[in-house]
Every structure is written in C-alpha cells, then in structure tokens.
T-cell receptor
C-alpha cells in the first residue's frame, strides 16, 4: 500500500479559480514534505519544501500547508492560470523518499 | 542551477533489444537515482548510487542494471527490453548530505514494441 495518498486523482478548473490538492501520508519518521509540479512530458520541479515545524509555505500563487499531527498536507493554487495545468506530486521524506501518485490539474479558459 | 540531462526524450525499441538510458548531472552531486513513472503508481525507485562504481537496488530492480563509471554520469541498462518496461524514466541527483532533496531530469519516455 502506498504510504502517500493524494486526492483527487484529477480535477478540472476554470482559469482564475482556486483549487486545493490533498496529500495524506503514513510515512514515519517524518523528515520533510515537498510538492513538485510536473508539466506533461517533463521532469518534476520542486514547488515547496516543509519540515516538521513548518505549517505553511508559499511560492507565488502556490501555498502548501502541513499538519504533522494528522499527517496531512495540502497545496492551494490561487487564481489559476493555464500554465498551472500539470501533475502535482507530494513527496514525503523519511529514510527514503515516498512518492504520491499525483493529482492532474487541468485549467480551462 | 542544477542541471540533470537525460540523453533522449523519446525512445522506441523492440522486445529483446538492449537499451541504454543515459543521465548526466553538472553539479558534482554524489548521489544519483533512476525512477520509472507509471500512471496511478507514482515514481518507483529502480536503482541508486552514492558514489562512483557503487550501486544499490531500489524497490523494482528486476530487469534493469546500472553503471556509474564517472561521478557525473549514471546509466540505466535494460538487458533485454520487454513490453512491460514501457514507461517514463526519470533520473535524479542530489548532494551527499541532503540526498532526499533531489533534482530531476526531463525524463525519457520509452516505448517497447
């Protein structure tokens, strides 16, 4: 069973709208959590990284939150743009990296 | 900026062929990794290396081997390609002290017919 579960698997939103992606994990002991953005046909690129003591981290229109007690993280995209269409991958670091399967976001005009 | 370069973006091979996927990084990183990425499964670690001529099996090493003759280059080898090895292959590198913060290449999409 995957130790990092992401939801939803995919979503479609209209340009300018907001959306939130979820990541639940069971990985232990926890070191850090990263969100990656992966454009179609490209490699993943890091958006944010959070350690155990951090609750929120922003990168432009992307805001990630972390609740280490409940082992949940979210990625919020504000005022979506067409260029936000991509797969977003949650990666949890313990002794090794554990990858979520990703959420595919499609932004439509 | 860290640059991880994979030699091919797309490859089409036939069943039974020997396939080489090449990866080069320019940041003098000690650690290098090979993953495959399949829909709904996320990234799965095939092999990794923490030093020249050193290699360790990841979670799914069957059907693959690797070579690291130089620090900057890490090659993935499919000795006899099979159709179930059709996938997206991603190479990554990281510095020694922060091996879990990895930088990825653009990927090679391999189709085995």
């Amino acid at each position: 069973k995957n130790q990092v579960e992401q939801s939803p698997q995919s979503l479609i939103i209209l340009e300018g709208k907001n959306c939130t992606l979820q990541c639940n994990y069971t990985v232990s002991p926890f070191s850090n959590l990263r969100w990656y953005k992966q454009d179609t046909g490209r490699g993943p690129v890091s958006l944010t990284i959070m350690t155990f003591s951090e609750n929120t981290k922003s990168n432009g229109r992307y805001t990630a939150t972390l609740d280490a007690d409940t082992k949940q993280s979210s990625l919020h995209i504000t005022a979506s743009q067409l260029s936000d269409s991509a797969s977003y991958i949650c990666v949890v670091s313990a002794y090794k990296l554990s990858f979520g399967a990703g959420t595919t976001v499609t932004v439509r005009a | 900026d860290v640059k991880v370069t994979q030699s091919s973006r797309y490859l089409v091979k036939r069943t039974g062929e020997k396939v080489f996927l090449e990866c080069v990084q320019d940041m003098d990183h000690e650690n290098m990794f090979w993953y495959r990425q399949d829909p709904g499964l996320g990234l799965r670690l095939i092999y990794f290396s923490y030093d020249v001529k050193m290699k360790e099996k990841g979670d799914i090493p069957e059907g693959y081997s690797v070579s690291r003759e130089k620090k900057e280059r890490f090659s993935l080898i499919l000795e006899s390609a099979s159709t179930n090895q059709t996938s997206m292959y991603l190479c990554a590198s990281s510095p020694q002290r922060v091996k879990n913060i990895q930088y990825f290449g653009a990927g090679t999409r391999l189709s085995v017919l």
